[in-house]
């Protein structure tokens, strides 16, 4: 089936630095990544949808600047958080939906990130 | 996307089925039921999906009513291994996005 692969698992950063997570598609393109954040005991919550080769889309109250997302092709897209800060810490998912005809009808998800902030 | 109501909890025995169940009584004719899991600190996991037909896969199985107001996953033999969040999503199976609500915290217990 197809797999998304996410990285890193965790990471712990100081704050006022910069951390990047990537996800990739493994065996299948999307055109559409859906990057995800969760606060514990909470659900997740959509920050932005990446598409290939375009800009980001953000959701309301998420700030562009600060989540820089970049999805330069078909089976990878980035996002690197900027100038971290304690409340930045969260579990970090990204999620694709496969382009072929053929592949699963769901939208398939990353392992997650969890970050640090100190 | 319309919205969903399911319980925030339920307990189920290990090898006993388990019945979730999900309102969305104003889902609209060409939006589809999808249900997917999260176990603790992982990505979420997607079970299974339909439109106005019951459906059936190695995971689960999904009883739509016919006026497709509520629906049911049924985890027909649940292990210790299905304890998770389960959510039931709503949308038109488009390119659009997924949003979550806050889902069944399910636990299997021995």
């Known amino acids: 089936g197809a797999v998304v692969s996410q990285h890193p698992s965790r990471v712990i950063c100081k704050s006022g630095t910069s951390v990047k997570i990537e996800c990739r598609s493994l065996d299948f393109q999307a055109t559409t990544m859906f990057w995800y954040r969760q606060f514990p005991k909470q659900s997740l919550m959509l920050m932005a949808t990446s598409n290939e080769g375009s800009k980001a889309t953000y959701e309301q109250g998420v700030e562009k600047d600060k989540f820089l997302i970049n999805h330069a092709s078909l089976t990878l897209s980035t996002l690197t958080v900027t100038s971290a800060h304690p409340e930045d810490s969260s579990f970090y998912i990204c999620s694709a939906r496969a382009t072929q005809i053929g592949t699963p009808a769901g939208y398939t998800f990353g392992s997650g990130t969890r970050l640090t902030v100190v | 996307d319309a919205k969903t109501t399911q319980p925030p909890s339920m307990d189920c025995a290990e090898g006993r089925a388990a019945n979730l169940p999900c309102n969305h009584s104003?889902?609209?004719?060409?939006?589809?039921v999808y249900w997917y899991r999260q176990i603790h600190s992982q990505g979420p996991q997607y079970i299974i999906h339909g439109l106005k037909n019951n459906e059936t896969n190695e995971m689960a199985s999904l009883i739509i009513t016919e006026d497709r107001k509520s629906s049911t996953l049924i985890l027909p033999h649940a292990t210790l291994r299905d304890t998770a969040v389960y959510y039931c999503?709503?949308?038109?199976?488009?390119?659009?996005?997924?949003?979550f609500g806050a889902g069944t915290q399910v636990v299997v217990t021995p």
């Open positions: 104003t889902i609209s004719g060409n939006e589809y």
């Open positions: 999503i709503v949308r038109v199976d488009s390119w659009g996005k997924l949003q």
